[in-house]
């Protein structure tokens, strides 16, 4: 089956600036997580979706990210405006209906200058 | 809320070396464990985990774990290490009846040398 699929690879942006992450997840995986995973530390939950609803977003500061998944499947997050803070990797993660295990994507490294 | 703790930040070892890496979590009700691996470059992927049953559950290459609920811990082990195990582990947690996100360690960066 084919994985979990983000985009871009890789992105360097200045602060204050915007910024936005694209995920799709296995198909038919009604549950979608964002993590954050800050270099040398493990990933921490953004958000978590059940179909295009919102199961957990806690931890997610909303002054400054979003998330949607309007059709209960793609899902884009997005910072606006970028902290030097912000630098890491975004993973996106996928289960069935959120049992696990949970499958990951390649991740999104954000640099901010 | 729950938490999880690796000991070991990174751990250097010669090839077949015996491998154990240590990870406790704090939750006082049922839980998931997982360890997961991230070799350079690669993304996350699935070593093995326990949901219940046989404590020892065994994963892929060789990979082995110990679930003890009163130690709260689910440390990995492995007899022999090869220089392709060089990568990142995570151990995570997953409470709540398993339907919520995982909470995961900080991971221990393993060099195998040859």
């Known amino acids: 089956e084919a994985g979990v699929a983000q985009s871009p690879r890789y992105k360097i942006i200045e602060k204050r600036q915007s910024v936005a992450f694209w995920c799709n997840p296995i198909?038919?995986?009604?549950?979608l997580y964002w993590y954050q995973q800050i270099l040398g530390q493990g990933p921490k939950l953004l958000i978590q979706f059940q179909n295009n609803g919102v199961v957990d977003d806690s931890q997610l500061p909303k002054d400054r990210f979003s998330a949607e998944r309007l059709k209960g499947v793609d899902s884009t997050l997005k910072i606006q405006p970028a902290k030097l803070e912000d630098s890491a990797v975004y993973l996106c993660a996928s289960s069935d209906r959120g049992l696990q295990p949970q499958h990951f994507g390649d991740g999104t490294r954000l640099s901010i200058l | 809320a729950q938490s999880v703790s690796q000991h070991n930040h990174h751990v250097i070892l010669s090839e077949a070396a015996s491998l154990e890496l240590g990870c406790n979590y704090s939750?006082?009700?049922?839980?998931?464990l997982f360890w997961y691996v991230q070799y350079p470059g690669q993304h996350l992927q699935l070593l093995l985990k326990y949901f219940s049953g046989d404590p020892l559950v065994k994963g892929i290459k060789g990979f082995e774990a110990e679930f003890i609920k009163s130690k709260f811990s689910f440390n990995l082990r492995k007899p022999s290490v090869q220089w392709s195990d060089t990568a990142e582990y995570f151990c995570?947690?997953?409470?709540?009846?398993?339907?919520?996100?995982?909470?995961f360690g900080s991971g221990t960066r393993l060099q195998v040398q040859p």
């Open positions: 995570a947690v997953n409470a709540e009846a398993g339907r919520r996100a995982l909470t």
């Open positions: 939750y006082g009700g049922t839980v998931n």
């Open positions: 198909s038919g995986h009604a549950t």
